[in-house]
């Protein structure tokens, strides 16, 4: 029974450790969990840049360039290219 015990908490344990991160703003790959009034989310910004640039979202990190929210989203393009695209959180503006 013991042993039956200590393989269930180092099971819970393993699948624990073996979970995503918590998708916080500032994890790779995360997303945001609410954007501000007015400003887009995290998962729209990085559909933005998905869109622009044909690849896969790889980060998402809302940040401020000049003042003004801004996402900047690293992008694995299809030809193996690593791409940082920043998309402007208020109107969706690619840059």
């Known amino acids: 029974m013991r042993r039956l015990i200590v393989l269930m908490v180092l099971l819970s344990a393993m699948a624990a450790s073996a979970a995503p991160p918590d998708r916080g703003q500032r994890t790779p790959g995360g997303r945001d969990a609410a954007a501000a009034p007015g400003q ?7 559909a933005i840049a ?3 640039s044909g690849g896969r979202v790889l980060s998402a990190q809302l940040m401020r360039r000049e003042g003004e929210p801004v996402y900047r989203i690293k992008v694995l393009t299809p030809d193996g290219v690593v791409r940082v695209l920043h998309i402007d959180a208020r109107t969706g503006a690619a840059r």
């Open 40 to 46: 887009l989310s995290a998962d729209q910004a990085a």
């Open 50 to 52: 998905q869109r622009v």
